[in-house]
C-alpha cells in the first residue's frame, strides 16, 4: 500500500496534475487509497485547491492557523503519517512539500524500512532532499507553461482580472502576473502572455506604450 500526503501551503495547486502524474507512473500498480492534502484551507490563497482536490481525489485535512504566519498542519500531517506506519500497511510515502520540517518524519519512516518518495521545488533543503529514499524536483516536471490549462486556470485568471482592472476593464499582465502568483497560488515563473493567449476568444492581450495589458472580451 501507498500514502499521498501533500502540504498545500507548500505547494502550488496548479503542479498537481504533473506531480500525480508522476507518483502513478512510480507507483507499480497504481492504488493508492490514501491521499490527503494539509492546509488551512480558509486562507484566500487555498481556495483554489477545492477544485483540485476533487480532480485528484484527495481528502482535504483542515487545519487552523491560530497563531498568525504559524499554521498547524506540518504537525497534522507528521502525525497522520506516523499513525499510517504503526497502524497501515503503508510501504510507500508520498510526501510534497518543499519544508525541511518533515526531515525527522522521513528519518523515522526510513528507519522503518518504508520507502520515501519527495516532491518539491528546487529550493527544498538539500537535508530533507538527501532524508527521501527518492526526490523528484517539481521544476523537472512538465512546465505548467507547456500546458493546455483547465478551467480551474482560465477561471482564477478571469476574476482577477475583474477584480483588479482599472475603470476602463484593461489590466497590466506584469501586474496580473503579480497577483496571480501571490493570491491564486501560480508559479513564480510563469509565461504570463503565453498563459493567456491559450484562450483567445475569451481573453484578449494588447501592447501601449511599451507595455501589455490584459481584457475579458
Sequence with gaps: MAAVLVDAENTSCWKMKEIM?????????????????????????????????????LTPVQQYSYVSKKGTSDQKLTIDALKLLYEKNINIFYIVTSDSDFLPLC???????????????????????????????????????????????KSAIKNCIQTYAYEDGTINIGFLKEKLVSQENFEKNIKIKKLLLQFPDEIGIFQKDNNMYAYIR
Design 21 to 57: 502524474n508522476k507518483i502513478l507512473e512510480y507507483s507499480e500498480d497504481g492504488n493508492i487509497s490514501i491521499r490527503r492534502l494539509y492546509g488551512d484551507f480558509t486562507k484566500p490563497e487555498l481556495q483554489n485547491w477545492k477544485n483540485i482536490s476533487l480532480e485528484h481525489s
Design 107 to 153: 528519518l523515522e519512516l526510513r528507519e522503518q524500512g518504508k520507502h520515501v518518495f519527495g516532491i518539491g521545488k528546487k529550493q527544498t533543503p538539500i537535508s530533507f532532499v538527501k532524508s527521501c529514499t527518492t526526490f523528484s524536483f517539481i521544476e523537472n516536471l512538465n512546465d505548467i507553461n507547456d500546458c493546455i490549462l483547465n478551467k480551474t486556470h
